[in-house]
């Protein structure tokens, strides 16, 4: 779209002053915003803050959540830096580490709020800092997860003869983190970056303006904008803030995703990019600045006089470091793996004595709500997949559409859902349809797309040999369906379950619980009694269901998701 | 020159894998050797000998199980100074340029930056590679790539340069010319590297650049033969003298793969419980090779039926040695030839091939272990059952590898049934005919 629409802007290669100018404009642009969230962090802090619904105060409430968002996964890849290289390389810190991810991942946003914006609020009383601080620790909970899962498996995965030509080398641990490991995990960290991004927004309309036991704790911007909006049932303002989100998401898509992973193309393995290479504009600019080529121009001929020069001399002596891991890291390695372990313990002791104060009875309520949870969410996914899997082939199958679509559903599936929700469910009201069966509409609405994602990768990738088989000896539809489309795509759609499935759980604690036109709208399950025992700061009820519903989860994937995934890596591999 | 001491030397080296239940697998058995001052040394071997497996040893980069490393005549563990490795699947930094390639290797030595940059493009000027400083390597072919990694060893200045079938995966053009031309590196004997070991498959490429070759044979690993090659350089590939050379070479390899004596394949002859190792070839593999010998007349040397046949040599010697066990061919010294058996087997229909092929392999004591635990566990057997007893019966085969020619053989015939999604192997149709 975007890419292809100002396409006639880079027809020709020259480096342009104009592309100079732009940089320092958005470098102005950028400070000026800086400038103007430093003072919204550090103003003082007010009890309940008016929002207004104007479509002139938009610009600058997107602007905050921008920065809310942007903070949090600068946050996310400290975090997941720190986190997968500490769980691929200490083989007893893995063992704790990656089951605890695993865990993580299953919980909740609420099961994390209570804590988070009590704690932080206390820490900064008198300011703002203390709950945007919790806001953006919220929507990092959204984002980190799977970003530290996607550079754990590349770190553990780094081809042998490259591990050992740094070691030979004598690459120290910097070295060999920074110029071979973090590269190579490059390429997957920033398509994972960029879904875990859209992740992050799914909670925005929670994040930025929850409720907890009475007490108010709002913050401006996009998605209590949209939460007061539908508050009041304020259809202009309702699609205002729609219309504002789709911009951002299109925008960071073009100016920060985009680019990034055209530049995450460079450490890529090998040359097997069998489909569209993907192009942004945006780093086409970037590239075209003439300071930055002047630059590296300088550089080039810097470095080839110098060689010309010393040509002949005889080459002296190489110091031969052989740097060691340190031991300071080892046994701070050893120090926060103890404490670790404490506070895993210390938490589960008190998560057990919290536990212990609920009456049994509760216990069989919630197991009740578990398991129609279960199955609102099972529905969701198999719904999903009814409609996807045709339209996902019809997309994937031909380059045509593919290259028409793809940034339309990709743009599409980065639209956190909620923000829909009140729409959807007026429509909802006016059918007659209950929340019973409309969360898992809502459900849907959410997480339909990371099937129809996965699916349309799936097609594209079918072996053409293979298509041209089916042709030629006149396979029919139905026939083709099943013996090829089906079985090929069969990894891909795995994958799209597994996603879909977990982000439907998450899914539920805004499905099943719904605020429309000041009005709560709830029905019997999982998510609505967290989201419940939220807003009724009810901590017992809360920490019940968050850990049944996490253990759920964990065993689902155990159970389903896990042999599912070995049978496709197995019999439906198209790679073996 | 005896009595300075080699730059590295093994001593009675060896090398197991603990493969989790059962017995290790034992990988390279007293291994002796040493690597002089300028010298090239060369380690030929069929595939599974453990070469790599000895470079590595040498470098440091895999500790040996038993045995020392000695450099410069002192015991060492860890990394060998003064190596440099040459990769067979080149190792290069995808995301780094060419110059990025060197200089990083030198930087990791603690060369400040500015140096680093005028070694590496001495060390890319080398190995004739100026102008492509900027490049990726995925931009460059393979001869370009080893290139690339020739300048990244040399560049670090190695008192001993170690290549891993560094010419494997170059097209043979290049690879001619890359031999010649680190020899011509090599030749100046007041610049290092002093010495090189290298691991290769390729007869021909050893004559050209050892000045000792060490031939060696496979389960486990250990030295058969040291070959001094005193031919003069420079060296002519087409000269009388390498060609000769290269044939010694070739007999020395048979006779350990192919031994004339061979242990007869009748079960009654062996006593004790060992088991012969399974060649890893294909059913399909011997049956062309029982044809290309028919048409033949029958028989052909082995040399020539790798050639001809352009199969690389030691998946040639596989599939000889298959055929071998299954009494279809006989090899006396270098001819391979069509015994009664394999005449009848090359001419019989498909059906009656498969029903030789299956009496055949229960001639085989693996097979016959196989059904008789098959037979014992009520008519299937998993895979994980005997996974463990051939790691307990053959300790110095690869169990997986072993079990999955195991399958293909069997399938071959009908013996076995494998069902892979269950991991269990069932007896198959016409199995209780021959019983």
Redesign the interface.
Known sequence: MWGQANAFLLSPRRPTAWADLLILAAGAAVLFGLVQVGKEWTGVHRPAIQLDLSPWALPAYTFYSLVRGLVAYVLSLLFTLLYAFWAAKDRRAETVLIPLLDILQSIPVLGFMPGVVLALVALFPRTNVGLELAAVVMIFTGQAWNMTFSLYHSLKSV?A??Q??A??????WW?RFS??EL?FG?TALAWNSMMSMAGGWFFLMINESFVLGGHDFRLPGLGSYMSVAAERGDGRAMVAGVVAMVVMITALDQVLWRPVIVWAL??????TTGGEVPRSWFLGLLRRSRLRRRIEAWR?RR??R??RR??KAA?A??????PATPALLRTGATVALVALGGTLVYGSLRLALLLLQLPLGSWGTLFGAAGLTLARVLLSTVLGTLWTVPVGLAIGLSPRLSRLLQPVVQVVASFPAPMLFPAVIALLHLIGVGLGWGSVLLMLLGTQWYILFNVVAGASSVPSDLRETARSFRLGRWQRLWALYIPATFPYLVTGWVTAAGGAWNATIVAEYVTHRGEIMKTFGLGAVISEAATQADFRTLAAAVLLMSTVVVTFNRLVWRPAYQLAQ??YSLTK | MADEPALCELRGVQKWFDRGTGKPLRVLEDINLELRPSEVVCLIGPSGCGKSTIL?IC?G?IEASKGEVRYHGEKLS??T?????V?????L????TV?GNVE????????PD?EA???A??AI?MVGLEGF??A?P?ELSGGMKQRVGMA?ALS??PEMLFMDEPFSQVDALTAEGLRAEILQIWEHAER?PSSILMVSHDPKEVAYMADRIVVLSANPGRIRTVIENRLPRPRDLRSPELLALVDQIHDVITSAELPDVVVSTVASSVADDTIEPLPLAKGSDVVALLDYLTARAGSADLFQLASQTQTPFDRMVRMVKAAEMLDLVDTPRRLVVLTPLGQRFAAAPPADQQRLWREGLLQLRLFKVTRELMELRGGELTRKELLLEIANRLPTEDPETTFDTLVAWARFGSLFHYS??QGRLTPGEALGAVA
């Open positions: 081809p003869d490259l050992e030509a070691r030979l080398y004598r690459f120290g070295r110029w071979v590269p490059t460079r450490f890529r393995i090998e040359d080039l470095g080839r110098e060689a010393v040509k080459p002596a190489l110091p031969s470091a052989a197995t019999r | 590595r470098a980069l860890g990394l100074p003064g190596v440099a490795i990769f067979q699947g080149f190792a930094f995808p995301w780094m110059l990083a290797v030198l930087r990791a030595r603690g060369v500015s940059a005028t070694r493009r001495q000027l400083e900027r990726y995925r990244r670090v200045n290092n892979e999604e």
